[in-house]
T-cell receptor, first 119, second 110 residues
Framework: NAGVTQTPKFQVLKTGQSMTLQCAQD?????MSWYRQDPGMGLRLIHY???????DQGEVPNGYNVSRSTTEDFPLRLLSAAPSQTSVYFC??????????????????FGPGTRLTVL | AQRVTQPEKLLSVFKGAPVELKCNYS??????LFWYVQYSRQRLQLLLR??SRESIKGFTADLNKGETSFHLKKPFAQEEDSAMYYC????????????FGTGTRLKVLA
C-alpha cells in the first residue's frame, strides 16, 4: 500500500493564480481531511470529508475548495492564491468510528505534505 | 466548542531528564485522545492513543477526565525524542471530526 500520497511536494505560485493540491489514499478510508501547518499555529483543519460526495468546512476554509467524487481522492483547490496561503499542507485519512460498535480504528494517516509559497 | 490546548510552544530539557508535554481538552462527550509526533522532515505519525493505554518509545499518557487532561510523559528524555508533538481529539457529534492542538516542540539537549 502506498498509504496517503500528495502531489506536488513543492509549489511556488504568484498572487492570484489557482492550483489544485492532489491527495490520494489506497486504504479505503472514509474520512479524509486537509490541514495547513504554520509556525506557532499548529495544524489547522481546512476541509474534511466523511465519504464520497460529502464535504464540510473546518476551521480555516476561506480561499479553498474541495470535492470528493471518489473514496480515494480528495483534491484541494486554491481559487486565487494569496501570500497568506503560504504554508505546508497536509492531507490525512482515517476510518470513521461507528457509534455503538466500539470500533476505534481512527488513527489518522498523513501524507508527506506540500510546501506552498505564494509570492 | 471542542478544543485542544497545548500551552507550551517549546519545551527544552536535558537528556535523561523527565519530560511532560501538557494537553488539555474541552469536549462534552466521551473523548478519544491521541498524541502524534512529527520528526524533522518526516510526516506526522501516531505515537499513542488513550484507548490503548500503551507505552510507546517510553512515552505514556493518561486520560484524566476530571482535569480534562491528557499529558504526555517520559521519565528519561533521549536526544532522538526531539520533535514536534501534537495532541488530538476525535469526536462523533453528528459527523466525525478530528481536532489538533497547536503543538509543542520538544528539544532534548545533550
Amino acid at each position: 500500500n502506498a498509504g496517503v500520497t500528495q502531489t506536488p511536494k513543492f509549489q511556488v505560485l504568484k498572487t492570484g493564480q489557482s492550483m489544485t493540491l492532489q491527495c490520494a489514499q489506497d486504504m479505503n478510508h472514509e474520512y479524509m481531511s486537509w490541514y495547513r501547518q504554520d509556525p506557532g499555529m499548529g495544524l489547522r483543519l481546512i476541509h474534511y470529508s466523511v465519504g464520497a460526495g460529502i464535504t464540510d468546512q473546518g476551521e480555516v476554509p476561506n480561499g479553498y475548495n474541495v470535492s470528493r467524487s471518489t473514496t480515494e481522492d480528495f483534491p484541494l483547490r486554491l481559487l486565487s492564491a494569496a501570500p497568506s496561503q503560504t504554508s505546508v499542507y497536509f492531507c490525512a485519512s482515517s476510518r470513521t468510528r461507528t457509534p455503538g460498535t466500539g470500533v476505534h480504528y481512527n488513527e489518522q494517516f498523513f501524507g508527506p505534505g506540500t510546501r506552498l509559497t505564494v509570492l | 466548542a471542542q478544543r485542544v490546548t497545548q500551552p507550551e510552544k517549546l519545551l527544552s530539557v536535558f537528556k535523561g531528564a523527565p519530560v511532560e508535554l501538557k494537553c488539555n481538552y474541552s469536549y462534552s462527550g466521551s473523548p478519544e485522545l491521541f498524541w502524534y509526533v512529527q520528526y524533522s522532515r518526516q510526516r506526522l505519525q501516531l505515537l499513542l492513543r488513550h484507548i490503548s493505554r500503551e507505552s510507546i518509545k517510553g512515552f505514556t499518557a493518561d486520560l484524566n477526565k476530571g482535569e480534562t487532561s491528557f499529558h504526555l510523559k517520559k521519565p528519561f528524555a533521549q536526544e532522538e525524542d526531539s520533535a514536534m508533538y501534537y495532541c488530538a481529539l476525535s469526536q462523533w457529534a453528528g459527523t466525525y471530526k478530528y481536532i489538533f492542538g497547536t503543538g509543542t516542540r520538544l528539544k532534548v539537549l545533550a
